[in-house]
């Protein structure tokens, strides 16, 4: 147990580590200056030069690599360019609002995969059968920023039922987690029901009708239990591509979150504030996929830390 911990750990790391490093490269050796964004348009080319100065960004790439991971172990990610205020406090103001909506955009795929895809399993042929298939290649062919807008034009602008963006309280909610669901539900629906199907073969299944009890129970308590293990691997791929999801969301829907925060970022060449978001997201994907691993073996006894 303790072995398998501290190698999970360590492989995390070095992902973290490498993904920091050649986010750092790749901004480095991108068109853009953000001394020449942040300077006046007309700036003489030693005001800019001043600017590279203040900004750190005028010293060798290794020296500036060096000092930004020195900087970070004490947790430091250094100050925005753009806002002139430490990354850190920047990112813990926008991360509790992107988690909130991750969570209720993962809780709902969930919800929907268990039933819809339960559903579908003990009857194929029928509505339910049609709706999974249905649901799961709409998913799978539209894109977040077009669901979003979509939903924005139905529900906001057309029969003004929720707001179109920012966040006023809950009902800000519903049209990301909506859009972000629907991107992630696919693969859940799918896994779900071809687990199901399976597990309804299964001789234990059998038995339990031979022994008269309720096809509900038999579903709903024996059946559901083993069917939903696979979920769990799919969930730990799935955090990419909802973290993914949110970050679209969030621009789709002027969402005051990591990914509203991330664009912003982004066109002003703000290096320690992208630096920044990429390592609190990254450390989030390992985690996360950390915890599944060890949350596999409390829920499977047939899977030992031992072997992995």
Not at 54 to 79: C, T, W, Y
Not at 218 to 239: E, Q, R
Not at 284 to 297: Q, R
């Amino acid at each position: 147990m303790g072995s398998f911990i501290i190698r999970r750990v360590a492989q995390s790391l070095i992902i973290v580590v490498l993904i920091a490093v050649t986010v750092f490269l790749v901004l480095r050796l991108s068109a853009g200056d953000p001394a020449r964004i942040r300077a006046p348009v007309f700036a003489r080319p030693d005001v800019i030069e001043q600017y590279r100065r203040d900004f750190g960004i005028d010293r060798p790439l290794v020296e500036q690599l060096g000092s930004f991971f020195l900087n970070a172990l004490r947790g430091d990610l250094g100050q925005s360019f753009r806002f002139q205020a430490p990354v850190t406090d920047l990112i813990l103001q926008a991360l509790p609002k992107t988690l909130m909506l991750a969570g209720v955009s993962l809780a709902l795929s969930l919800a929907v995969a268990i039933m819809l895809g339960s559903l579908a399993a003990l009857r194929p042929r029928s509505f339910w059968g049609w709706l999974s298939s249905a649901v799961a290649a709409f998913g799978q062919s539209a894109p977040v920023f077009w669901t979003g807008a979509v939903l924005v034009l139905v529900f906001a602008v057309g029969l003004r039922w929720l707001p179109s963006g920012g966040y006023n309280g809950p009902s800000s909610l519903v049209l990301p987690a909506i859009a972000v669901t629907l991107s992630i539900l696919p693969t859940q629906l799918r896994v779900l029901r071809a687990s199901m199907q399976a597990v309804l073969k299964e001789d234990y299944i059998r038995t339990a009708r031979a022994f008269g009890l309720r096809e509900r129970r038999i579903t709903f308590v024996y059946a559901l239990k083993n069917a939903c293990l696979p979920l769990l691997t799919v969930i730990g791929v799935d955090i990419g591509y909802l973290l993914g999801g949110v970050i679209v969301a969030e621009v789709v829907f002027a969402f005051p979150g990591i990914g509203e925060l991330a664009l912003v970022a982004l066109n002003a060449r703000d290096y320690p504030l992208i630096q920044g978001i990429t390592i609190v997201t990254a450390s989030f994907f390992v985690i996360v996929n950390l915890l599944i691993d060890l949350l596999y073996t409390r829920v499977d006894p047939r899977i030992r830390l031992e072997r992995s």
